[in-house]
């Protein structure tokens, strides 16, 4: 009977902690101008990556403006929703999970966390035509059996002036999709989120100001990272949710823990090791937490063979260091 006892304990033990390691190991796959198929899909697999973020577009022409326009012929194929079902289904067929993340952008790329209306009109015209544009691929992440679904991205003003709207639009996206859900906030406003209870994860675009060095050390950025960690641990307890970095990552460049939001070509001076050690840090200190969920690197491109490299400043890590170490990393968890 002891050894039995025993036995059991061990069984006990070994699911717990196949239960902390089992991290979302996760790519923002950018959908493209070209149709993709199995080879595609091939390098994503060897980095060992379990979750597949996919990408559809709507368009606005300012940030005042209401109009959503969304899967139109005039948008690239991997933008729209013949695109995400067949790049979906493609990852499924390998056994990679997927997460359907609808996402705006604004005509000269503004910062969507600005888009404001001016007036209640407006605001309800906006709201219907956001409402549109998020039901109609959350229906489609149910047809597909998509394991998660994200119902917005960095629209912090939206969120601090109309949080009924979306409480209201959460329930509406429950009724057409019964898988997971989540939203993904700007690192610096996520803890003003007054609805992360009502959803399963909370989703943070992770681009934290952690060194100013040129080339951040690990042991600087992951000093950099313990005030920002506290608080996202924090927000995490408080509304008892797991934390889920809906994207990260970092531009090979000098300064990259600097503003790892930049996404300008203003400092282009190509740092593959600033890049490396800025993943290296956050893994470090995130992914044995047991309150976080894991991650989506931003981002990888279909066009693996000429995507990045060693000349390359982007956040792309495809054909550098940063690439070896995914794998490693992904592998380990």
């Keep these: 009977m002891r050894r039995f006892w025993l036995l059991i304990m061990v069984i006990v033990l070994q699911v717990s902690c196949n239960s902390q390691t089992e991290k979302i190991n996760g790519?923002?796959?950018?959908?493209?101008?070209?149709?993709?198929?199995?080879?595609?899909?091939?390098?994503?697999?060897?980095?060992?990556?379990?979750?597949?973020?996919?990408?559809p577009f709507g368009f606005m022409r300012?940030?005042?403006?209401?109009?959503?326009?969304?899967?139109?012929?005039r948008q690239w194929w991997g933008e729209r929703k013949v695109g995400v079902e067949t790049t979906a289904k493609l990852f499924q067929d390998?056994?990679?999970?997927?997460?359907?993340?609808?996402?705006?952008?604004v005509w000269r790329g503004e910062f969507t966390g600005t888009i404001q209306m001016n007036n209640e009109e407006d605001w309800r015209a906006f709201e219907k035509h956001y409402t549109d544009f998020i039901l109609s691929y959350a229906k489609l992440a149910e047809t597909l059996?998509?394991?998660?679904?994200?119902?917005?991205?960095?629209?912090?003003?939206?969120?601090?002036?109309r949080p009924a709207f979306w409480r209201a639009l959460i329930k509406k996206v429950r009724k057409v999709y019964k898988g997971k859900l989540t939203y993904a906030?700007?690192?610096?406003?996520?803890?003003?989120?007054p609805f992360w209870n009502e959803l399963d994860y909370?989703?943070?675009?992770?681009?934290?100001?952690?060194?100013?060095?040129?080339?951040?050390?690990?042991?600087?950025?992951?000093?950099?990272?313990?005030?920002?960690?506290?608080?996202?641990?924090?927000?995490?307890?408080?509304?008892?949710r797991p934390v889920l970095f809906t994207e990260y990552g970092y531009r090979?460049?000098?300064?990259?823990?600097?503003?790892?939001?930049?996404?300008?070509?203003?400092?282009?001076k190509v740092n593959l090791e600033a890049q490396t050690n800025g993943l290296q840090a956050l893994y470090s200190e995130f992914w044995n937490e047991d309150w976080f969920a894991g991650g989506f690197v931003w981002k990888w491109f279909d066009y693996h063979d000429r995507a990045g490299g060693s000349n390359n400043?982007?956040?792309?890590?495809?054909?550098?260091?940063?690439?070896?170490?995914?794998?490693?990393?992904?592998?380990?968890?």
Aim: aromatic residues 8%; contains cysteine.
């Design 27 to 55: 790519i923002s796959f950018v959908g493209g101008r070209d149709i993709v198929d199995a080879s595609h899909i091939r390098p994503v697999l060897d980095i060992n990556a379990n979750w597949a973020c996919l990408m």
């Design 62 to 73: 300012t940030i005042d403006a209401p109009q959503i326009t969304f899967d139109v012929e």
């Design 202 to 240: 909370i989703g943070v675009d992770a681009y934290f100001p952690l060194s100013e060095e040129k080339t951040p050390t690990i042991e600087s950025l992951k000093t950099g990272w313990q005030k920002h960690k506290a608080i996202i641990k924090e927000v995490s307890q408080k509304v008892d």
């Design 145 to 161: 059996n998509a394991e998660m679904f994200c119902i917005g991205t960095e629209l912090h003003e939206t969120v601090k002036a």
């Design 185 to 193: 906030e700007n690192w610096d406003t996520f803890d003003n989120v």
């Design 252 to 268: 090979s460049v000098d300064y990259a823990g600097s503003k790892p939001w930049d996404s300008s070509r203003a400092n282009s």
């Design 94 to 105: 390998k056994g990679v999970k997927v997460m359907v993340k609808p996402q705006i952008w």
């Design 313 to 333: 400043s982007r956040f792309t890590p495809q054909n550098k260091p940063a690439e070896i170490l995914i794998r490693e990393h992904y592998k380990a968890h």
